[in-house]
T-cell receptor, first 109, second 116 residues
């Protein structure tokens, strides 16, 4: 059975304190690992897609990496505006995304 | 460039009623997918439409249905509403269906449905 697990469920960081969010997946035939950011009351905002083990992508203070079993979202020197829920999702075919339950990040000034 | 547009943003319905939600994809996108988001279950895939044809369907009862028009706009319908159908319904669009590299999936802001 396809499964995507994110950890931790919640993370509180001081401003400037770097950390990583984990997304482990067990899916039959990964066709892309997606990362989204979701603010309260809003739809998910696209961040990255990774397709093959070893691939890395960066955007401002965020860097996503992918291995054969998990993906990491590294946050370097976070700011309060980075506070949000971060979702990862595996695409197993067509445009069907299988989501994890998310990591709720709070960055304290 | 306009994003994915969903209407209405908020609505309240009574048990047993039906509801129709609308989605306009990003211009040029031909794939539209629908998701349900609840605190307990997270984001769950409902179905995907491409060129007016349903391509994929998630594990939801037949009360949940959808369609896509020739201009790629899509609607989803939920009949005989239950309290458990209260959720954020999200529409997502992409240029094409399939797992091609670069086929990014973008979400709208969602429609908040409350069933009382």
């Amino acid at each position: 059975e396809d499964q995507v697990t994110q950890s931790p469920e919640a993370l509180r960081l001081q401003e400037g304190e770097s950390s990583s969010l984990n997304c482990s997946y067990t899916v039959s035939g990964l066709r892309g690992l997606f990362w989204y950011r979701q603010d309260p009351g809003k739809g998910p905002e696209f961040l990255f897609t990774l397709y093959s083990a070893g691939e890395e992508k960066e955007k401002e203070r965020l860097k996503a990496t992918l291995t054969k079993k998990e993906s990491f979202l590294h946050i370097t020197a976070p700011k309060p505006e980075d506070s949000a829920t971060y979702l990862c999702a595996a695409r197993t075919g067509a445009n069907n995304l299988f989501f994890g339950t998310g990591t709720r990040l709070t960055v304290i000034p | 460039k306009a994003g994915v547009t969903q209407t209405p943003r908020y609505l309240i319905k009574t048990r047993g009623q039906q509801v129709t939600l609308s989605c306009s994809p990003i211009s040029g996108h031909r794939s539209v997918s629908w998701y349900q988001q609840t605190p307990g279950q997270g984001l769950q895939f409902l179905f995907e439409y491409f060129s007016e044809t349903q391509r994929n369907k998630g594990n939801f009862p037949g009360r949940f249905s959808g369609r896509q028009f020739s201009n790629s706009r899509s609607e989803m319908n939920v009949s005989t509403l239950e309290l458990g159908d209260s959720a954020l319904y999200l529409c997502a669009s992409s240029y094409q269906t399939g797992s091609n590299s670069g086929n990014t999936i973008y979400f709208g802001e969602g429609s908040w449905l409350t069933v009382v």
